[in-house]
């Protein structure tokens, strides 16, 4: 596996199911920032009618149009058929395309996300065990909170200030690290887990996830 970072502003993407999961990825592919989305459901219900708006298209996508897309998420609600053969085309474009819960047919998995504004922490088993991921960015958000947000639009706007300065890489690097030091926001991870347990007072010590 190879993590990368897509910038979802640039690239064309397919969703294609009915259900309850087309929505959760919509949702997801919203925050990501897609601007050339397209859902297609034949059968979408109201919440996914709602949320898709005028991007949604209400059949299953043509070949060119699995084709002109660079990404195709495959989500709920379609025949098994149906799906084989959009996978097919999809690779024979070579379009990325992701079905959910069926790594075999899937070029890539998608992680379990945190978010703090540009600051993007992905967990991945590879497709094991997303509920495993879940946990631990359950985890991660007790020890990433939102002051992390702050602290990279901080960070963003010093960099631009040394560059413009004339700094090097490496006097960009450890004028950053001397920053963090001084302003950066503490990671407590023992304390972390003291809060989640009291989230969760009646699991005890054992289901705790030691992502540390």
């Not at 998420?73 to 070579?94: C, H, K, N, Q, W």
């Not at 978010?115 to 991945?124: F, M």
């Amino acid at each position: 596996m190879l993590p990368i970072t897509l910038d979802l502003a640039h690239l064309p993407v397919a969703l294609i199911g009915n259900g309850a999961q087309t929505c959760r990825r919509l949702a997801l592919l919203d925050e990501a920032g897609a601007e050339h989305l397209h859902v297609f459901a034949p059968d979408a219900g109201d919440d996914l009618v709602r949320r898709a708006g005028s991007r949604l298209r209400r059949r299953w996508p043509r070949p060119q149009e699995i084709s002109a897309a660079r990404l195709v998420l495959i989500a709920d609600g379609i025949d098994p058929d149906t799906e084989r053969d959009m996978v097919a085309l999809a690779r024979a474009a070579g379009t990325l395309v992701n079905v959910e819960d069926k790594p075999a047919l899937s070029d890539f998995h998608s992680p379990a996300l945190l978010r703090r504004g540009d600051l993007t922490i992905a967990i991945s088993t590879g497709g094991r065990s997303p509920a495993l991921a879940r946990r631990l960015r359950q985890s991660l958000e007790l020890l990433f909170g939102p002051e992390w947000q702050r602290t990279v639009e901080e960070l963003a706007r010093l960099r631009h200030l040394w560059r413009a300065t004339g700094a090097d890489g490496a006097e960009v690097n450890a004028s950053t690290e001397a920053w963090l030091d001084r302003h950066g926001p503490s990671i407590q991870p023992h304390a972390a887990v003291q809060r989640m347990r009291q989230r969760n007072p009646t699991r005890g010590g054992h289901d705790v996830p030691q992502a540390w």
